[in-house]
């Protein structure tokens, strides 16, 4: 009887375990038994592996081989395994097992011909393996600048199971040469492009000041989706920690660019409105693969013709706004992801859309139902609202141009720099994520300054999460204008941002 191990990682959401992968060949019957609970891709690794043994001058044993990849009661996906599964098998058959195979993680699928092919999910297998002690990750060629952006690992490229096998045999040298990694930075859409609409260019500079979810209104062509594009370029760049998580989470997604897989810039994702509740939140067989909600992290999700969303989508956006994360059961387990983004949502008034609004011939109540389609709660985490006026021509003929994205992304770093410093002894970094009994007791403002709060509070015009929201964006433009507390003016222009009538 010949035994060999290897040892790969296992990928459940963003988190990763460690798998030992062991290869048993025993007499008896040629035949291969893989334990373990492997998932349908994981169980066509035994002809993928056999063919690509076969094919690099090897031989596949003539004999009874179990495989079994421990710890046995986690559900295992994918073809990330395939490398080690054939590693452990040629180890078996030696004598003299591989002393490299005990410190080294390898991450790969494998070909029939014994070519090396990339996979999903590198960079927190990686990390799993950084955070378990284990020096070397082997990876495939394509892989490497993303596995490269964990420090403390030594990260080695391999482009054929043959190439592998004679690094093992101590005759060859796998890939090492140093990765420059660069981010993956689209362009940044410029803000000078909107033609007027300067009200609501302040709300979208307010939002990105405080980071506030925003409701954008009005008929087709007024520039509701220019606007919503460019408030990933008024956003700061992501902290180290914070292009880790992201980057970490696009690996898991496959969506990741080969040359530059660092992102360093807030996300943009904006999914069609056909889309089902499984790609907004996440989902798929097996274990739950990573939704737009999970994607737009640290970033933007927009949701163009919001109202022809279907309504369960919709709902579902609830849980990961307040919690800034969701987490999917599944028939392999539970996966968790962060989901913490702002939500930008545009529509047009009504259904038939006209260009004029005096030509709408949309019946009262089907407009109501048209606007409705925002349920109240979803509605209650909105903190800015703005119904945007078509252009007039004189806008256009005298047009000298707004101010550009760099001048006014400036403004909310500093606004940004002044929240984060103010709330840095409560945990929180933007003025979105303080909580209300803070505001109202620790932070609470002149009850002169909160006459129009309490005013409408007492008309049934404002429910207490609305105050509490109201102070947010008050807070968000005293932080814009350099001011260390709101005045009147700053909660008087917060609650005109609310839409009126509703007691939100």
Not at 28 to 47: C, I, Q, T, W, Y
Not at 52 to 69: C, F, H, K, M, Y
Not at 260 to 270: E, G, N, S
Not at 289 to 308: I, K, M, T
């Amino acid at each position: 009887m010949a035994l060999g191990r290897a040892v790969s990682v296992g990928v459940r959401g963003l988190d990763a375990v460690l798998v030992e992968i062991e290869a048993d060949i025993s007499s008896g019957l040629p035949g291969v038994n893989l334990v373990g609970l492997p998932d349908s891709a994981l169980r066509e690794s035994r002809d993928r592996v056999r063919a690509a043994i076969n094919n690099s001058d090897n031989e596949w044993p003539q004999a009874r081989v179990t495989l079994a990849l421990s710890p046995a009661t986690m559900p295992k996906t994918g073809s990330v395994y395939d490398i080690a599964i054939a590693a452990a098998v040629l180890s078996a058959k030696m004598d003299v097992p591989w002393a490299q195979l005990e410190k080294v993680v390898l991450l790969g699928e494998l070909a029939l011909d014994g070519r090396v092919r990339p996979v999903t999910g590198v960079l927190p297998a990686v990390l799993a393996a950084q955070r378990e002690g284990r020096p070397t990750v082997v990876v495939p060629v394509e892989n490497m600048a993303e596995a490269a952006l964990v420090s403390g690992v030594e990260v080695l490229g391999v482009r054929t199971l043959s190439h592998l096998k004679a690094w093992l045999d101590g005759d060859s040298r796998l890939e090492d040469e140093p990765v420059t990694v660069t981010a993956d930075a689209p362009p940044v859409a410029e803000l000078a492009e909107v033609v007027g609409q300067f009200h609501a260019r302040f709300a979208v500079e307010v939002a990105a000041a405080g980071a506030h979810n925003l409701v954008l209104t009005g008929p087709p062509g007024v520039g509701k989706t220019m606007l919503a594009k460019r408030l990933p370029g008024l956003l700061p760049p992501l902290t180290d920690a914070e292009a880790l998580e992201v980057t970490a989470i696009h690996s898991v997604a496959g969506l990741l660019v080969t040359g530059a897989p660092l992102i360093t810039r807030p996300p943009f994702v904006a999914p069609h409105h056909t889309s089902s509740v499984a790609s907004l939140v996440g989902g798929g067989s097996g274990m739950a693969r990573p939704g737009a909600v999970s994607r737009a992290h640290r970033g933007v999700l927009f949701l163009d013709e919001y109202a022809e969303f279907g309504a369960k989508a919709l709902e579902a956006l609830r849980t990961p706004l307040e919690d800034g994360e969701i987490r999917l059961a599944r028939r392999d387990g539970v996966a968790q992801y962060p989901a913490r983004f702002q939500l930008i949502l545009a529509a047009n008034p009504c259904p038939c859309a006209p260009a004029d609004p005096r030509d709408c011939t949309c019946a009262a109540a089907e407009k109501r139902r048209y606007q409705g389609r925002l349920s109240g709660p979803l509605l209650d985490r909105v903190d800015i609202t703005v119904a945007m006026d078509p252009v007039r021509s004189g806008a256009i003929a005298g047009e000298q141009g707004g101010e550009s994205t760099n001048t006014v992304r400036a403004r909310v770093a500093a606004a940004r720099a002044a929240a984060a410093a103010r709330w840095a002894a409560y945990g929180v970094r933007t003025n979105a994520d303080v909580s209300g009994s803070l505001l109202r007791r620790r932070f609470r403002l002149p009850e002169r300054v909160m006459t129009p709060l309490t005013s409408a509070l007492d008309r049934g015009a404002l429910s207490i999460r609305g105050m509490d929201r109201t102070l947010r964006v008050a807070w968000s433009l005293a932080d814009l204008a350099g001011r260390s507390s709101p005045d009147l003016e700053d909660v008087t222009t917060a609650l005109s941002f609310r839409q009126a009538g509703l007691a939100r």
